[in-house]
């Protein structure tokens, strides 16, 4: 068994059947759920809410990770918490101090992720990284699916790994080859949208990317 954990982005699903489109990568082997939620100021997108995940909890078992790239995150912390989020994931760039906001959502008894954006460099999370479960390193502009990964975060990862023991993410424009070399540099968990949903077999692709 491979210790990857693969984590399709519903971003990329069929919003009009999303439990059925969850049903279908748990049944492929997926590990976690990751819900990208945008709100039109942080990003330049707007996605889903709370309620979306409330609905998915009652559909599925696995981990359900909130990607929060919205401005003010603390305001919705508590929201997504109830809602069942597994691991709740804010924005380093989103926040002021992020340490208070980490420290609130631990406190509600969810784990936590911190992100960084490419332009963000790896060092402005090392102070972070006893506090958090879980570090998102983003290989795209967040805002959209189905852009070109950006292999020059590969040292960023490298960077991570060598001070923090815990789950590395990585996100944006996972597909088979992309995978490799993230896993290389020492990511170990792979969220992909448009490869896992837009697959043939969504099986092969979860598969192929562990
Ligand atoms: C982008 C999101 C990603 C996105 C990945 O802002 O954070 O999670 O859904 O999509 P793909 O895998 O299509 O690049
Ligand atoms: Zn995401």
């Known amino acids: 068994m491979s210790n990857i954990i693969v984590a399709p982005s519903i971003l990329a699903a069929d919003f009009s059947k999303l439990g059925s489109e969850i049903k279908s990568v748990e049944r492929a082997g997926a590990d ?8 039109g100021h942080f990003v330049p997108n707007l996605t889903i809410g709370a309620p ?5 909890r009652k559909n599925t078992k696995l981990i359900l990770e909130s990607h929060l790239m919205i401005d003010n995150p603390a305001r919705y ?7 069942g989020s597994d691991i709740i994931t804010i924005h380093q760039e989103a926040v002021k101090n992020p340490k208070s906001v980490i420290r609130m959502i631990k406190a509600l008894g969810v784990k936590v992720g911190i992100s960084i954006k490419p332009k963000t460099k790896a060092s402005k999370i090392y102070d972070l990284l006893d506090m958090v479960d879980l570090v998102l390193i983003m290989t795209v502009e ?15 990862i490298k960077k991570i790994r060598k001070r923090f023991n815990g789950d590395i993410a990585v996100d944006g424009g996972i597909n088979l080859q992309t995978a490799k070399k993230a896993k290389k540099a020492g990511a170990n968990v792979l969220v992909a ?4 949903f837009g697959a043939k077999s969504i099986k092969k692709a979860i598969e192929s990317l562990r």
């Open 193 to 196: 949208g448009t490869y896992v």
């Open 32 to 39: 976690w759920i990751h819900v990208d939620v945008m709100d």
């Open 142 to 156: 967040p805002g959209f699916g189905g852009q070109a990964f950006m292999e020059d975060m590969m040292p960023k």
């Open 77 to 83: 912390i508590e929201d997504f918490a109830k809602a």
């Open 52 to 56: 979306v995940v409330k609905s998915l």
